[in-house]
């Protein structure tokens, strides 16, 4: 990757000139290009309607889809958006000054939600359940202004990770945010390009691009979440076992139905002792 003036987005001027940034920057850029095409997220043409929040993981997606496109990689169109809740002190002119300064095409929304959360709300209860389906159904309604086809979340490996296990620990199933979705009404997709993206690198790349990051802890809501708990689990054991995140990961695209319970998914029941021996290698090691 080159890094003169006339070969680099705005959104990379004043990038480090380091080699440990460097490396940072073209996993990130191999990775999310890795997640795009395994599950065949670009339609030549399209549009798409990216959801940027200020957060860390929200800028480096930003960056990361203008890398590849820039470059040609990505044959979209790329629309910045930011939904401005309500929430008190949320500074209104950070992202608009940005992005307006790289050069990003973009839309501000303003919808006070947060009222309405706080309404509705139990007191002691978390807000983020009802404030997320609140900007998820304005985020489609800006994406079908805009003539969007999918809206593009950035959402990383460890919140899918941290889904997964709220989900088996609190939610009785098994089930994470997928890379790719269509919404309820059938009319947009749901991306997460950074779906193989290290909470780590994404933190590392903005902080070395000294992006202005918005702290996400506005609402007042996020102490002693579900995901954080889960978050402590996943330290302590990436902590013991460095690496283990990845592993778990991996095991999400490595799902075996017949090794599973849900007669839903395998055909238990048309289970003969004539058909293929489908037993693996750990079912025959806990049986000995």
């Known amino acids: 990757m080159l890094d003169t003036p006339e070969d680099i987005h705005p959104l990379f001027q004043g990038?480090?000139?380091?080699?440990e940034f460097r490396k940072?920057?073209?996993?990130?850029?191999?990775?999310?290009?890795?997640?795009?095409e395994q599950y065949s997220m670009v339609?030549?043409?399209?549009?798409?309607?990216?959801?940027?929040?200020?957060?860390?993981?929200?800028?480096?997606?930003?960056?990361?889809?203008?890398?590849?496109?820039?470059?040609?990689l990505l044959p979209v169109d790329l629309l910045a958006c930011n939904l401005d809740q309500g929430q008190p002190g949320f500074p209104a002119t950070v992202l608009p000054e940005f992005l307006d300064r790289m050069g990003v095409p973009h839309r501000i929304e303003y919808q006070d939600t947060y009222s309405i959360v706080v309404d509705k709300v139990p007191a002691g209860r978390t807000y983020c359940a009802l404030c997320s389906r609140?900007?998820?159904?304005?985020?489609?309604?800006?994406?079908?202004?805009?003539?969007?086809?999918?809206?593009?979340?950035g959402h990383h490996r460890d919140d899918i990770l941290e889904t997964f296990f709220m989900n088996l620990f609190h939610g009785g199933r098994l089930a994470t945010m997928p890379p790719k979705l269509v919404n309820e009404e059938g009319d947009l997709f749901l991306y997460r390009p950074l779906a193989h993206v290290a909470e780590a690198?994404?933190?590392?790349?903005?902080?070395?691009?000294?992006?202005?990051?918005?702290?996400?802890?506005?609402?007042?809501?996020?102490?002693?979440?579900q995901r954080q708990q889960v978050k402590q689990i996943l330290d302590g054991w990436e902590k013991n076992s460095p690496g283990r995140r990845q592993v778990m990961f991996r095991a999400l695209m490595n799902a075996r139905p017949s090794h599973l319970l849900d007669p839903k998914l395998f055909d238990f029941a048309g289970l003969t002792t004539g058909s293929r021996n489908d037993t693996d290698s750990s079912e025959i090691s806990a049986l000995r």
């Not at 940072?24 to 795009?36: D, F, M, S």
């Not at 590392?204 to 506005?218: E, G, K, S, T, V």
């Open 201 to 225: 690198d994404c933190d590392r790349f903005a902080r070395a691009m000294n992006y202005p990051i918005i702290p996400c802890d506005l609402c007042g809501s996020q102490d002693g979440l």
């Open 24 to 36: 940072l920057r073209k996993r990130l850029v191999r990775e999310t290009r890795e997640a795009i």
């Open 15 to 19: 990038a480090p000139a380091t080699t």
């Open 43 to 72: 339609e030549r043409g399209a549009r798409w309607l990216v959801c940027l929040s200020g957060g860390k993981d929200s800028y480096t997606l930003l960056a990361i889809l203008h890398e590849l496109k820039w470059r040609g």
């Open 134 to 153: 609140l900007r998820r159904g304005n985020l489609y309604r800006i994406a079908r202004e805009e003539g969007c086809s999918a809206v593009v979340l």
